[in-house]
């Protein structure tokens, strides 16, 4: 079992990041995959999910109309695309999955974690 993030960096208040999450075969077809994130001195947070066909999306509060999630089976890659960035965004981001279907918001509710990748928003 093996989550990889990347994509992460540094942008400017308005501007757009791709994160990009890379997952084992076997991972991938999980039933929901999820990103949180982690602002500094803070707990790690829901952010977003999609269920394996991708026909079913959640999102925080926060980032809902700026942020979308979403994957591309073929390629084991799930994605986050944030747009309008706000410096409350900065934080380590995570992916994650689990088995199941249903919604999922908290940390302990997810078995496999990546090793995260930093986003900082700052002019």
């Known amino acids: 079992v093996q989550l990889v993030e990347s994509g992460g960096g540094l942008a400017q208040p308005g501007a757009s990041i791709r994160l990009s999450c890379t997952v084992s075969?076997?991972?991938?077809?999980?039933?929901?995959m999820a990103w949180f994130r982690q602002p500094p001195l803070k707990e790690r947070v829901f952010v977003a999910s999609?269920?394996?066909?991708?026909?079913?999306?959640y999102y925080a509060d926060s980032v809902k109309g700026r942020f979308t999630i979403s994957r591309d089976n073929a390629k084991s890659t799930m994605y986050l695309q944030m747009d309008n960035l706000e410096p409350d965004d900065t934080a380590i981001y995570y992916c994650?999955?689990?088995?199941?279907?249903?919604?999922?918001?908290?940390?302990?509710?997810?078995?496999?974690w990546g090793q995260g990748t930093q986003v900082t928003v700052s002019s």
């Open positions: 994650a999955s689990r088995a199941g279907s249903g919604w999922f918001t908290r940390v302990y509710e997810f078995a496999n």
């Open positions: 075969e076997d991972t991938f077809m999980s039933d929901i």
């Open positions: 999609i269920n394996r066909s991708g026909g079913t999306r």
